[in-house]
């Protein structure tokens, strides 16, 4: 059973999203502010797979919250809980290591297909983990990719990357050279049941720019393919 921080300062809005999420079996841990929720991610040490941030929170606000969180824990999913005019702080959002967001209102099925795509990529992370005993390692260049650590490094150097963005590098890493279709990304990383934009993918692969290029404005290595989509250089 995965964990479920949800912070939502509206009563309402997070009993409706608590009891959906009992009712798919998951298991639900409330806040009702941002610091609440910092307060029961330390007090429970870190043992959640996913969070749920509404943006606009009192004091410490969802995107402070989800910057913390994924300081902390690299590989757990987190979804932005935003309002319809809060389109700059989606992609602050992602930039800051967001996985997914929902626009408010949002129905029941939609809040739960985004979570149940998110909670396949958490669930692939764990087993990957627990059945790769013996590490394995993909090389390309100077960047070497760990398969059971799920990891990645530069000239020896650890990179911090979320699961999203680790999950793009290995899909680069398995097809060296060859032009992914922004489509394709997103089938491969997002799952089918992904229900959101297309952009997202063009928000991770900004922010894989600015850890793996030595030039984030010159990318030598995550190439644009105008109008597709992006493909890997060694």
């Known amino acids: 059973m995965l964990r479920v921080l949800v912070a939502e300062d509206e009563a309402t809005i997070r009993g409706f999203i608590v009891l959906n999420l009992r009712r798919h079996g998951y298991e639900p841990v409330e806040a009702s502010s941002g610091d609440e929720a910092l307060e029961i991610f330390d007090r429970e040490d870190g043992n959640f797979q996913i969070a749920l941030l509404d943006i606009m929170m009192p004091g410490t606000d969802g995107l402070e919250v989800c910057r913390r969180l994924r300081a902390m824990n690299s590989t757990m999913g987190i979804i932005m809980l935003t309002a319809k005019a809060q389109e700059s702080d989606k992609i602050k959002g992602l930039g800051l290591g967001a996985d997914d967001y929902i626009t408010k209102p949002f129905s029941p099925s939609e809040l739960m297909a985004r979570l149940e795509s998110l909670s396949r990529r958490v669930e692939h992370s764990i087993t990957l983990v627990k059945e790769n005993p ?31 963005e680790y999950q793009i590098m290995e899909y680069f890493f398995t097809h060296p050279g060859q032009e992914l279709d922004r489509e394709d990304i997103l089938l491969r990383v997002w799952g089918d049941g992904y229900a959101g934009e297309e952009k997202i993918v063009d928000v991770n692969i900004r922010r894989l720019r600015m850890k793996i290029e030595d030039d984030p404005s010159k990318p030598v290595h995550v190439k644009t393919v105008w109008g597709r989509g992006y493909k890997w250089i060694k």
């Open 134 to 164: 013996v590490a394995e390692v993909l090389t390309s260049g100077e960047f070497v990719l760990n398969l059971r650590r799920r990891t990645l490094s530069k000239n020896g150097e650890d990179i911090e990357l979320t699961q999203l």
